[in-house]
């Protein structure tokens, strides 16, 4: 099925999803989450992974009710749980927190994707269950394979919008953010850990280095399957002359 066919049988329609994002692109953040709230209503969640709290903070600041999402794979740093406690606090979240259904294993050690299928995709089609959209941070300087990342797209494999309010953004940006509003940052990020996930799949990386070569080092992995398939605008004067296949990485 085409991304167009997908976006019919959800009731979307693909050039009207494209001429918001190129709109999008050229406001505020805080534009995109109002849109996608004013769109989607209580069919909109937010999905965290908690490295840090920017996109919630203008989130609440757009609606303080929107859900936010945060799957807890078991597998998380005790520090990253103590950091969402501490955001949940400091905002009064509407936070969801999904958990997989296996026990603790130690698959990770032999076949992280699957892994990742059981302990994130699958909770995650959970938390998405029922709704229209979901709100990630993805941006596109984080990596390679997120510099096609829309401010809004079309979810192909899951059939929902979705929305990164700060696909734009910089390093930089999230830096003069977080100190110009005094978020609280992830403790591990003093530590050299640029990007956090899962503890058995987490280092840190020295200076200088891509800041997600510390995510499943010294495997060929990159992502872990929540970010597929996607439809968005591409970087064309026309936004709807094509539609490109971004297989971007995963936040979490
Ligand atoms: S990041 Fe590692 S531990 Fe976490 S779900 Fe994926 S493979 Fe499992």
Same mark, same amino acid.
């Given at each position: 099925?085409?991304? @167009? /066919? !997908?976006a019919a049988e959800a009731g979307l329609d693909l050039r009207q999803l494209a001429a &918001? *994002? &190129? /709109?999008?692109?050229?406001?505020?953040?805080?534009?995109?989450?109002?849109?996608?709230?004013?769109?989607?209503?209580?069919?909109?969640?937010?999905?965290?992974?908690?490295? %840090?709290?920017?996109?919630?903070?203008?989130?609440?600041?757009?609606?303080? *009710?929107?859900?936010?999402?945060?799957?807890?794979?078991?597998?998380?740093?005790?520090?990253?749980?103590?950091?969402?406690?501490?955001?949940?606090?400091?905002?009064?979240?509407?936070?969801?927190?999904?958990?997989?259904?296996? @026990?603790?294993?130690?698959?990770?050690?032999?076949?992280?994707? =699957?892994?990742c299928g059981a302990r994130k995709v699958v909770p995650l089609a959970q938390a998405l269950?029922?709704?229209?959209?979901?709100?990630?941070?993805?941006?596109? #300087?984080? !990596?390679?394979?997120?510099?096609?990342?829309?401010?809004? !797209?079309?979810?192909?494999?899951?059939?929902?919008?979705?929305?990164?309010?700060?696909?734009?953004?910089?390093?930089?940006?999230?830096?003069?953010?977080?100190?110009?509003?005094?978020?609280? /940052?992830?403790?591990?990020?003093?530590?050299?850990?640029? #990007?956090?996930?899962?503890?058995?799949?987490?280092?840190?990386?020295?200076? =200088?280095?891509?800041?997600? #070569?510390?995510?499943?080092? =010294?495997?060929?992995?990159?992502?872990?399957?929540?970010?597929?398939? @996607?439809?968005?605008? &591409? #970087?064309?004067?026309?936004?709807?002359?094509?539609?490109?296949? %971004?297989?971007? %990485?995963?936040?979490?």
């Open positions: 099925m085409s991304p @167009e /066919e !997908a &918001a *994002s &190129a /709109e999008l692109e050229k406001m505020p953040a805080t534009a995109a989450i109002e849109w996608a709230r004013d769109q989607f209503g209580d069919e909109l969640v937010l999905a965290s992974s908690f490295q %840090d709290c920017v996109l919630i903070d203008l989130a609440m600041q757009v609606d303080p *009710s929107i859900e936010v999402v945060f799957l807890d794979t078991q597998y998380h740093f005790a520090e990253t749980l103590w950091y969402v406690e501490q955001v949940r606090k400091r905002y009064d979240l509407n936070l969801r927190i999904v958990r997989p259904q296996v @026990e603790p294993d130690d698959r990770w050690l032999d076949d992280p994707d =699957g892994c269950s029922g709704k229209q959209a979901w709100m990630t941070g993805l941006r596109r #300087s984080e !990596a390679s394979t997120r510099r096609h990342t829309a401010i809004v !797209a079309f979810d192909v494999g899951r059939g929902l919008v979705k929305v990164n309010p700060l696909a734009t953004w910089t390093d930089q940006d999230v830096a003069g953010y977080v100190t110009a509003r005094g978020l609280p /940052e992830h403790p591990l990020r003093e530590l050299g850990y640029e #990007s956090i996930g899962c503890w058995p799949c987490t280092r840190p990386v020295q200076p =200088g280095d891509d800041p997600r #070569s510390g995510r499943w080092a =010294g495997l060929d992995k990159l992502e872990c399957g929540l970010h597929g398939d @996607e439809a968005s605008p &591409a #970087s064309d004067s026309n936004p709807l002359a094509s539609f490109a296949e %971004d297989h971007s %990485d995963s936040l979490f």
